[in-house]
Structures are given as structure tokens and as C-alpha cells.
């Protein structure tokens, strides 16, 4: 299994331009998440879903959007780019029945708005 | 709301020292509680977890107790090498499909 995997590793953006982030996994997992991590900070949620066809907001979603048409695929799509989206990007995923709640993750994009 | 704080860094040490990292944590209920490890340029990785009371998780050397009556679950390890060099996370989750709430994370450096 290749677990989680995103893409592009890094990106650098003008203001205003948009991008996809690519997150796939290959575990069957059924909830999938995007976070961003800000420099000596944790990690926020963007945005999640809980199956295909079904996503909603995290605590800080303001200039990103989501889909999910498969279990598979979760892209974050940022629309206009703005300097307070420089940051790095983490997706997971899990098992609904996991009782233990625990989150793989994928190893990031580092993206850059200038 | 929930919350999570873990002792700030950066924490210094020589190898062979003995490592805690200090995480209390605020939430309903009973979490399950965990550490994540990023080593430099990557991603996070589970290092350990426990999903009730008094549970004990351990992973290459490293320890941490759920403490219930303390709300705390500090990371231990008796003998740190350069190889841990890297930022660790505490977090906690109650349910499934919501987010993992994370600490700011602690930056460890060992040197030789």
C-alpha cells in the first residue's frame, strides 16, 4: 500500500492564482481530511469528508474548496491565492470504525504565495 | 472546546540523555490520545497511542501513559539518539470524522 500520497511536494503561487492539491490514499478509507500547519503551530482542518459525495468545513476553510467523487480522491482547490495561504498541507484518512480515531497522513505539500 | 498544550521548545540534549516531553490536555469524555513524530521535510508519523485510561503506548523506545486524573499524557524516553531529532506532536481525538486537535508541537535536537 502506498498509504496517503499528495501532490505537488512544492509549489510556489502568485496572488491570485489558483491550484489543486492532489491527495489519494489507497486504504479504503471512508473519512478523509485536509489540515494546514502554520509555522509553531499544530495542525487546523480545512475541510473533511465522511464518504464519497459528502464533505463539509473545518475550523478554518474561508478561500479553499473540496470535492469528493471517490472513495479514493480528496482535492483542495484554492481559487485566488493570498499570502496567508503560505503554509503546509497535510491530508489523512481514517476508518469510520476505528475506534481508536487514529489519522494517516500524507507526507505534504509545501506552498509558497508570493 | 477541547484543547491540547505541550511544553514549549526547543528542547536540547545529548545523546543518551533522558527525554519527557510534558502534554495536558482539555476535552470531554475520554479521548483517545496520541504522539505524532515529523522528522525534518516530512510528513507526520504515528508514534504512539492510547485510547483509555491508564493505557500505556509504546514505539521505538518511547513511552507515554494516559493519565486520566491528571488529564496528561507525557512522552518519555530514556535514551534519546540524533535520530530523534525532530518536532512531536501530542493530539486527541473522541470521534471518528472529526479533527485530530493538536498541541503547537515540541522541537527536539539531540547532538553527538
Known amino acids: 500500500n502506498a498509504g496517503v500520497t499528495q501532490t505537488p511536494k512544492f509549489r510556489i503561487l502568485k496572488i491570485g492564482q489558483s491550484m489543486t492539491l492532489q491527495c489519494a490514499q489507497d486504504m479504503n478509507h471512508n473519512y478523509m481530511y485536509w489540515y494546514r500547519q502554520d509555522p509553531g503551530m499544530g495542525l487546523k482542518l480545512i475541510y473533511y469528508?465522511?464518504?464519497?459525495?459528502?464533505?463539509d468545513k473545518g475550523e478554518v476553510p474561508n478561500g479553499y474548496n473540496v470535492s469528493r467523487s471517490t472513495t479514493e480522491d480528496f482535492p483542495l482547490r484554492l481559487e485566488l491565492a493570498a499570502p496567508s495561504q503560505t503554509s503546509v498541507y497535510f491530508c489523512a484518512s481514517s476508518y469510520s470504525w476505528d475506534r481508536t480515531y487514529e489519522q494517516y497522513f500524507g507526507p505534504g505539500t509545501r506552498l509558497t504565495v508570493t | 472546546g477541547d484543547s491540547v498544550t505541550q511544553m514549549e521548545g526547543p528542547v536540547t540534549l545529548s545523546e543518551e540523555a533522558f527525554l519527557t516531553i510534558n502534554c495536558t490536555y482539555t476535552?470531554?469524555?475520554?479521548?483517545?490520545l496520541f504522539w505524532y513524530v515529523q522528522y525534518p521535510g516530512e510528513g507526520l508519523q504515528l508514534l504512539l497511542k492510547?485510547?483509555?485510561?491508564?493505557d500505556k503506548g509504546s514505539n521505538k523506545g518511547f513511552e507515554a501513559t494516559y493519565r486520566k486524573e491528571t488529564t496528561s499524557f507525557h512522552l518519555e524516553k530514556g535514551s534519546v539518539q540524533v535520530s530523534d531529532s525532530a518536532v512531536y506532536f501530542c493530539a486527541l481525538n473522541h470521534q471518528a470524522g472529526t479533527a485530530l486537535i493538536f498541541g503547537k508541537g515540541t522541537t527536539l535536537s539531540v547532538s553527538s
Open positions: 469528508s465522511v464518504g464519497a459525495g459528502i464533505t
Open positions: 492510547a485510547t483509555k485510561a491508564d
Open positions: 476535552a470531554t469524555g475520554y479521548p483517545s
